[in-house]
């Protein structure tokens, strides 16, 4: 760091900003990858029924311990074909990864994405917004929100689905799901507590998601959780989604994302 920036932190005002921007160091947390892929009309329904993995799943084994291999994410579009009805929207990069972060500090969460968004995503319909991304924590009592986080709320009803109800949007069967979502355009509403800021950092996007404990993400609780991300434009369904991950809020916690500290 040159030595007038260091100058510069030391004044009494700098240091208030500082403080209130009061962010994790970053640099000193290990990032999880997280691959986020075209998922089609693919519904929780199909998942627990129709899907090779349903009664593995039914169980209680997540989604990783089939589709995530020491070679990455075990997920073919081709094999995905037959569950997208709309052969245009098919982005030509089916995947790609997110670096995931996490950290607790005095009672708030932050979670943090790093990503390049694919430049091939066929235009979508959200002329607002070029660019979104998502994170949803989900309570204990969404059925088989362990096993397949977001895609407990994803139902085959829904609009945007073939033959859904245009008025649907995502639903559980039980409990309770929080989104918090960062956008390009317009900032997003967020729940309260939440807050939401982005960079651009070395030709990634990086947007972090900071929220006091409270609801789903509770202090020493192993949190399903999933990650979507819309881009050019991309509206609706049409969005790269991960499968179901855990976030460990604690030291000594289960999950594949870890949030250390208090
Ligand atoms: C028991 C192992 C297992 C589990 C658990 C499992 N799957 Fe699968 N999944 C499969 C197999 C096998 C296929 C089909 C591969 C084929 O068609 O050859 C598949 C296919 C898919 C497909 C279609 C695309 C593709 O690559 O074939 C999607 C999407 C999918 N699974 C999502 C999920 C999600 C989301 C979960 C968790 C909620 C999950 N799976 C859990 C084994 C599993």
């Known amino acids: 760091m040159p030595p007038l920036i260091r100058f510069a932190f030391a004044l009494p005002w700098a240091v208030g ?3 209130a921007l009061a962010a994790p160091d970053w640099s000193r947390i290990p990032a999880r990858e997280i691959t986020v892929f075209h998922p089609g009309a693919t519904s929780v329904e199909w998942l627990a029924s129709g899907h090779p993995g349903a009664s593995v799943l039914k169980s209680g084994q997540p989604c990783i311990v089939c589709h995530e291999t020491k ?18 929207a098919m982005p030509r990069t089916v995947s790609f990864p997110v670096s995931v972060q ?5 009672g708030t969460l932050s979670v943090r994405l790093a990503f390049k968004p694919p430049a091939d995503a066929p235009l979508g319909r959200d002329a607002a917004h070029e660019l979104k991304a998502a994170l949803m ?34 639903y559980v069967g039980a409990g309770r799901f929080e989104l918090l979502q960062w956008t390009s355009g317009k900032p ?5 507590g939440v807050q939401v800021a982005s960079t651009q950092e070395g030709g990634r996007t ?6 006091k404990l409270g609801g789903a993400a509770v202090a020493g609780r192993s949190v399903p959780f999933g990650i979507a991300i819309h881009a050019n434009h991309a509206a609706g369904r049409l969005h790269y989604v991960s499968l179901g991950y855990r976030l460990a809020l604690g ?5 594949e994302v870890q949030a250390l500290g208090r």
Do not use: I
């Open 102 to 106: 996490a950290a607790l500090d005095k």
């Open 206 to 211: 990086v947007v972090t998601f900071s929220r």
């Open 71 to 88: 070679t990455g994410l075990d997920y073919n579009a081709k094999r995905l074909a037959p569950r997208e009805p709309d052969v245009q």
């Open 188 to 192: 997003a509403a967020q729940p309260a």
């Open 17 to 19: 900003a500082a403080a």
């Open 251 to 255: 030291d000594g916690v289960a999950g």
């Open 137 to 170: 924590l989900l309570d204990d009592q969404v059925p088989q929100a362990a096993q397949a986080g977001c895609w407990a709320t994803c139902h085959q009803d829904l609009r945007g689905m073939p033959g859904g109800d245009p008025k649907k949007g995502k």
